[in-house]
């Protein structure tokens, strides 16, 4: 039973739109992690944060953003959507005080440019 | 910063023999490990992890993990694989609770009946 929920879990849209990809989980993790995954690659680490109202970038440079006005929504807006976007995103939660980052992820949201 | 090496993209195995998914991980004081794996269409679950204490690690399911410092490697290991174990397999690791995890590019995994 999944407790972290992505939305939409497929989308094909055209060059230029913006594009809001969803995020809750219902856990009450502080942590929160946007991963970008493409065929035979390493999953990248675009954007996480580690509480309300703090936000870092990873080590994928991104032309996203990603806010966190609630524990529990972490959503990723990309402004105008290029065929380069075109990839699965996963978004993840840990818990604070574990000792260790061990990550719940979502399905995954595969968006498709034209 | 830390880096993750899976020395193999593509592991195909017939039904009922055993596998080595391989996983190397660049060095560092002190580290925490993990195996997840991706069935199609889904995210990635957890399949187990290696925190400190014993350097054999296992899961629910049959897989067995060993954490080898001096080869800074964690191997993935299960002696009879099912049609069902058919997935992608990513390695993990980070050097701190406060780090995020850092994965390898993936292995699939291939079990032919």
């Known amino acids: 039973e999944a407790d972290i929920y992505q939305t939409p879990r497929y989308l094909v849209i055209g060059t230029g739109k913006k594009i809001t990809l969803e995020c809750s989980q219902t856990?009450?993790?502080?942590?929160m992690y946007w991963y970008q995954q493409d065929p035979g690659m390493e999953l990248h680490l675009i954007h996480y944060?580690?509480?309300?109202?703090?936000?870092e970038k990873g080590d994928l440079s991104s032309e996203s953003t990603v806010s966190r006005i609630r524990t529990e929504h972490f959503p990723l807006t990309l402004e105008s959507a290029r065929p380069s976007h075109t990839s699965q995103y996963l978004c993840?939660?840990?818990?604070?005080?574990?000792?260790?980052?061990?990550?719940?992820f979502g399905a995954g949201s595969r968006l498709t440019v034209l | 910063a830390q880096s993750v090496t899976q020395l193999d993209s593509q592991v195909p195995v017939f039904e009922e023999a055993p596998v080595e998914l391989r996983c190397n991980y660049s060095?560092?004081?002190?580290?925490?490990l993990f195996w997840y794996v991706q069935y199609p269409n889904q995210g990635l679950q957890l399949l187990l992890k290696?925190?400190?204490?014993?350097?054999l690690v296992e899961s629910i399911n049959g897989f067995e993990a060993e954490f080898n410092k001096s080869q800074t490697s964690f191997h993935l290991r299960k002696p009879s694989v099912h049609i069902s174990d058919t997935a992608e397999y990513f390695c993990?690791?980070?050097?701190?609770?406060?780090?995020?995890?850092?994965f390898g590019k993936g292995t699939r995994l291939s079990v032919i009946a």
């Open positions: 993990a690791v980070s050097s701190s609770g406060n780090t995020p995890l850092v």
């Open positions: 856990m009450g993790h502080d942590k």
């Open positions: 060095s560092s004081v002190s580290v925490y």
């Open positions: 290696y925190l400190s204490g014993s350097t």
């Open positions: 944060s580690y509480g309300v109202n703090s936000t």
């Open positions: 993840a939660s840990s818990e604070e005080g574990t000792g260790a980052n061990v990550l719940t």
